[in-house]
């Protein structure tokens, strides 16, 4: 089974929208990362919030980590065609084995 | 820098063969892990090897196998390749190891075919 699960699992928004996903764990992490893929294609690392973190901003991505629920969310705010993609959520830690996990993934359409 | 590569790009092969796939990291990473993306079940962990040492492991058959070299170039393998083997496989790579506060630089993928 997978550490992270993503809710929702797909979202479709129009262009100036934001679009808000969640992403919940199970074990202690040390931190948590978001990536994005655009179709089948490889995965581009966005954001990555340590476990002592509470939030973290880059450009116009937002995410929050809370640990005693263990969840994150991010969001994107002022969407544009090109966050048309999937979003996954991967944690990282010794409990989890100490490699990377990731969730199933939310899949983003941002309509012009 | 260059970015991570992976060759071949695209990959057909029939059951039973095998076959190796290979992943060339960003300059000066020492990390390169490996993952299998499918429909059904997403992105899983292959393993993850650190100056030509396998740190970490999936849960995949002994089918499947991976090596890195001195210069941290990576390859792995498939034997008897069974039609479920169809996927996207990934390799990443990282300066650290993977499960430590290092972002993972994932190359474009190969895409095998298994009929």
């Known amino acids: 089974s997978q550490q992270g699960e993503e809710d929702p699992q797909a979202l479709s928004i129009q262009e100036g929208e934001n679009a808000t996903m969640n992403c919940s764990y199970k074990?202690?992490?040390?931190?948590l990362q978001w990536y994005r893929q655009n179709s089948g294609r490889g995965l581009v690392h966005l954001i990555l919030i340590r476990s002592n973190e509470r939030e973290k901003h880059s450009g116009r991505l937002r995410v929050t980590l809370d640990t005693s629920k263990k969840s994150s969310s991010l969001l994107i705010t002022a969407s544009r065609a090109a966050d048309t993609a999937s979003y996954f959520c991967a944690t990282a830690g010794k409990a989890a084995g100490n490699k990377l996990t990731f969730g199933g993934g939310t899949r983003v359409l941002v309509k012009p | 820098k260059a970015g991570v590569t992976q060759t071949p790009r695209y990959l057909i092969k029939t059951r039973g063969q095998q076959v190796t796939l290979s992943c060339s990291p960003i300059?000066?990473?020492?990390?390169v892990s490996w993952y299998q993306q499918t429909p059904g079940q997403g992105l899983q962990f292959l393993f993850e090897?650190?100056?030509?040492?396998?740190?970490n492991k999936g849960n995949f058959p002994g089918r499947f196998s991976g090596r890195q070299f001195s210069n941290s170039r990576s390859e792995m393998n498939v034997s008897t390749l069974e039609l479920g083997d169809s996927a996207l496989y990934l390799c990443?790579?990282?300066?650290?190891?993977?499960?430590?506060?290092?972002?993972?630089?994932f190359g474009p993928g190969t895409r095998l075919t298994v009929l």
């Open positions: 090897y650190f100056s030509e040492t396998q740190r």
């Open positions: 990443a790579s990282s300066t650290g190891l993977a499960g430590g506060h290092n972002e993972q630089f």
């Open positions: 300059s000066g990473h020492r990390s």
């Open positions: 074990t202690s992490i040390n931190n």
